[in-house]
């Protein structure tokens, strides 16, 4: 079966501090990807990244970075230096089927950076 | 602006009712999703649509139907209306074809819609 946990249902920071938010996944396909969308409170949904399951590589862009490790079937997110534009539900994503079908969200992770 | 059009953005309609969401895919995108986001089950995948076929189905309830017009855009039909339909329905397209022969293709691989808020009262 496929499925996406997003243990953290709410984190607090304060501006500035690190975050991760978790998220693991299972699938059987030995091709798949994995995607992170941030939700702001205005409610659409934003893309972050998309990882596919043949690249273990961890991705830096600007404060964002993800870690994807096979091993324990994890894709994590960090963002660094929190600011309270930060703020929004953030879903991690499987994408079923392989390549081809539609997403498995988990529940989101409800972040909230207070200045 | 996404590329992916959907109408209207807010709706609100009495309990029994019938509605319409419109969602115009971005161009040379083929397949058409749609999603339910509501506060209890999350964000759910309902159906896929892959040039005018149906391609997947999820959790769609028997009272929702949807189609994708030969101008490729598609619709999502909800009737008899129950207060747990109110939710936030949005639409994705992608050049994927859900059968493998064609895969996701630029960086995002889905684009989604900025989405329906549908309010039953």
């Known amino acids: 079966a496929q499925k996406v946990t997003q243990a953290q249902t709410e984190i607090s920071v304060v501006e500035k501090e690190d975050v991760t938010l978790d998220c693991v996944y299972e699938?059987?396909?030995?091709?798949?990807?994995l995607f992170w969308y941030k939700q702001p409170p205005s409610g659409e949904l934003v893309f972050l990244i998309r990882r596919n399951s043949f690249d273990e590589q961890n991705e830096i862009s600007g404060r964002y970075s993800w870690n994807f490790q096979k091993s324990t079937s994890s894709f994590n997110f960090t963002i660094t230096a929190s600011q309270v534009v930060d703020s929004a539900v953030y879903f991690c994503a499987l994408n079923y089927g392989g390549s081809q079908g539609n997403l498995i969200f988990g529940k989101g992770t409800k972040l909230s950076v207070k200045p | 602006d996404s590329g992916v059009t959907q109408t209207p953005k807010h709706l609100i309609t009495a309990t029994g009712q019938r509605v319409t969401l419109r969602c115009s895919p971005r161009s040379g995108d083929l397949s058409v999703y749609w999603y339910q986001q509501s506060l209890d089950q999350g964000l759910q995948f309902l159906i896929q649509?892959?040039?005018?076929?149906?391609?997947a189905k999820g959790n769609i309830l028997e009272r929702f139907s949807a189609q994708q017009f030969p101008d490729l855009h598609s619709e999502l039909n909800l009737s008899s209306l129950e207060l747990g339909d109110s939710a936030l329905y949005f639409c994705a397209s992608s050049v994927a074809d859900g059968q493998g022969a064609r895969e996701l293709g630029d960086v995002a691989g889905y684009t989604f819609g900025s989405g329906t808020r549908l309010t039953v009262v």
């Open positions: 649509y892959y040039n005018g076929e149906e391609r």
């Open positions: 699938t059987r396909d030995t091709t798949y990807y």
